[in-house]
Antibody, heavy 119, light 112 residues
Framework: QLQLQESGPGLVKPSETLSLTCTVS??????????WGWIRQPPGKGLEWIGT???????YYNPSLKSRVIISVDTSKNQFSLNMRSVTAADTAVFYC???????????WGRGTLVTVSS | DIVMTQSPDSLAVSLGERATINCKSS????????????LAWYQQKPGQPPKLLIY???TRESGVPDRFSGSGSGTDFTLTIGSLQAEDVAVYYC?????????FGQGTKLEI
């Protein structure tokens, strides 16, 4: 079955840029049926949608984060990425990548990666 | 943004008993063009990612036990676990994907 795996630094300094990559394995990121997204979860708290991308390049962002976030896709590597600039301690969270079915609900999730923002 | 409010925040249910979790949206998530409610439910166990249980408010995801069921329409939705098992201890989230800004409920912690 298709799997997703997040990768990237676990520690980022305040004011710097958080960069994560999600690698899709045992399946193709190229699909008209599926979109790909990022969700975060601060320790002990709930889920927040960050943004979504299609393999064709269309992007959709949470307005509350849109000014700091860029999501991109590299179909040749079967990967999509998240860049979040000007991070603060409030951005400390477990970041999940996930697949969206029909640009709707999240039907497959990566295991998540904890990113801590601290000097 | 559509605000999703779950109730209760936590509940304790005996093994074999029924558990009911409610989710209310600040505006309707029903789309009349296809008669679908854009509402999903997820289960999250400690240290694990969320797992999709229900989509379109009442469609059970493949492989999900049939003791899990979803109901409701418009702004009011319910997740019911028909006969609680020990492995159902988790936090449950509702999620609306009607709006271009997707939002989640705050979560309901289910304990035995």
């Amino acid at each position: 079955q298709l799997q997703l795996q997040e990768s990237g630094p676990g520690l980022v300094k305040p004011s710097e840029t958080l960069s994560l990559t999600c690698t899709v394995s045992d399946g193709s990121i190229n699909s008209s049926t599926y979109y790909w997204g990022w969700i975060r979860q601060p320790p002990g708290k709930g889920l927040e949608w960050i943004g979504t991308i299609h393999s064709g390049g269309s992007t959709y962002y949470n307005p509350s984060l849109k000014s700091r976030v860029i999501i991109s896709v590299d179909t040749s590597k079967n990967q999509f990425s998240l860049n979040m600039r000007s991070v603060t301690a409030a951005d400390t969270a477990v970041f999940y990548c996930a697949r969206l079915r029909w640009h709707g609900y999240f039907d497959l999730w990566g295991r998540g990666t904890l990113v801590t923002v601290s000097s | 943004d559509i605000v999703m409010t779950q109730s209760p925040d936590s509940l304790a249910v005996s093994l074999g008993e029924r558990a009911t979790i409610n989710c209310k949206s600040s505006q309707s998530v029903f789309h009349s063009s296809n008669n679908k409610n854009y509402l999903a439910w997820y289960q999250q166990k400690p240290g694990q990612p969320p797992k999709l249980l229900i989509y379109w408010a009442s469609t059970r995801e493949s492989g999900v036990p049939d003791r899990f069921s979803g109901s409701g329409s418009g702004t009011d939705f319910t997740l019911t676990i028909g006969s609680l098992q020990a492995e159902d201890v988790a936090v449950y989230y509702c999620h609306q994907y009607y709006s271009s800004t997707q939002t989640f409920g705050q979560g309901t912690k289910l304990e035995i």
